[in-house]
């Protein structure tokens, strides 16, 4: 998994889950509107390489597995 769609994944999954906990249930064209605004606002920060950074901040071998060891 490449660190730009981990960094994605870290951060999409606890937003959707707030707002569907929030919003399903009271207001769901507010919801579609909410999953709208993670979408657009997790392709911005992958296109500005954020969520790479994130998952490098938060998995630090994601990018670089540890080197396998000869036997």
């Not at 951060?11 to 605004?37: K, Q």
């Not at 997790?42 to 994601?62: E, H, S, V």
Request: glycine fraction near 6%; aromatic fraction near 10%; avoid cysteine.
């Amino acid at each position: 998994m490449t660190p730009k769609i981990a960094g994605a994944i870290l951060l999409g999954l606890p937003l959707i889950a707030l707002a569907w906990a929030f919003l399903w249930r009271r207001n769901r064209p507010v919801f579609w509107f909410a999953l709208v605004l993670i979408a657009v606002s997790l392709g911005y920060l992958m296109a500005t390489g954020a969520t790479d950074d994130i998952a490098d901040r938060l998995i630090p071998n994601i990018s670089s597995p540890p080197p396998v060891r000869a036997k």
